[in-house]
């Protein structure tokens, strides 16, 4: 999904700096590009690009770590992890061979 959506605003700004340019050459008189609009595609350009590498980091947020002794919580999420590969503990069910979630009794 996020990398859907990155190559995708890839595209999008590779398409917006095309356009911005055959735009920029097609006004100026000489047929190149002044100073100052090469300057403003370099800036749009840099600020996507510095944009598409910013919103590229992972964002998985696993589990905190627990110091010290496990909560009563902690060790049936643990076993219900352990036997059920399927199991969300938001939910404390697992998704069983019937197709339905049940809530983990261990």
């Not at 905190?64 to 352990?82: I, L, Q, S």
Request: proline residues 3%.
């Amino acid at each position: 999904m996020i990398l859907n959506r990155t190559i995708s605003a890839g595209l999008l700004a590779a398409t917006v700096v095309v356009t911005a340019l055959s735009g920029a050459t097609t006004e100026s008189r000489a047929g190149s590009l002044s100073p100052g609009e090469a300057a403003a595609i370099a800036g749009l350009g840099g600020f996507i690009v510095g944009g598409l590498i910013a919103d590229s980091r992972n964002r998985y947020y696993g589990p905190a770590p627990v110091y010290g002794r496990a909560h009563a919580w902690d060790r049936h999420v643990a076993r219900c992890y352990a036997r059920y590969r399927s199991y969300d503990e938001y939910s404390d069910s697992y998704l069983g061979f019937d197709g339905y979630r049940h809530r983990c009794r261990l």
